[in-house]
């Protein structure tokens, strides 16, 4: 049986992930003002995202419903700029972490294509 991306990563990579991608955040002067609320919360927030969209339990949309992340980006303007900060960010946070190569792979090229579809700005 395949085990799946959740499952390879492992929980505890995935938490650490999203740790080390926050820090980032906070430091960011791009990012930093889009978070206005809870960062903690947001933290959580995509970490149960990625272990649901991973295949790990969908506990993410027990709590906020079909994720819809194009709806939920609009309020923030996301240029390009935005969207290399933020993969900036997560390449740092990628590389503090351990993980077998193809789930590294399949992680990031799924972070470069979403990052990009959630433009909404020039
Ligand atoms: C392209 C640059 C991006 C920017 C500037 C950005 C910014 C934000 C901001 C400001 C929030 C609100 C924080 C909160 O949850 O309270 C948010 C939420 C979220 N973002 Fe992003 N984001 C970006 C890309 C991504 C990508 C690539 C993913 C997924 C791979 C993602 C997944 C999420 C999720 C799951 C939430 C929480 C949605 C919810 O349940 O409300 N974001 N993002």
């Known amino acids: 049986m395949q085990l799946t991306y959740y499952e390879r ?3 505890d990579t995935l938490r650490s992930l999203v740790e080390y991608f926050y820090e980032g955040v906070k430091e960011d002067e791009v990012l930093r ?3 206005e ?3 903690e919360a947001a933290e959580l927030r995509l970490f149960l995202f990625l272990v649901q969209y991973l295949g790990g339990p969908a506990t993410y ?3 906020r419903g079909h994720p819809r ?3 939920r980006h609009a309020p923030f303007p996301i240029d390009e700029k935005a969207r290399d900060h933020w993969l ?3 390449k740092h946070a990628m590389d503090q972490v351990h993980m077998d190569a193809e ?3 399949f992680l990031w090229n799924y972070f470069v294509s979403t990052a990009d579809f959630l433009r909404n700005k020039a």
Do not use: F, K, N, V
């Open 9 to 11: 990563i492992g929980r």
């Open 33 to 35: 003002p889009m978070y």
């Open 37 to 39: 609320g809870d960062m």
């Open 61 to 63: 949309s027990e709590r």
């Open 69 to 71: 992340l194009r709806m």
């Open 88 to 90: 900036m960010r997560m």
């Open 103 to 105: 789930s590294r792979a």
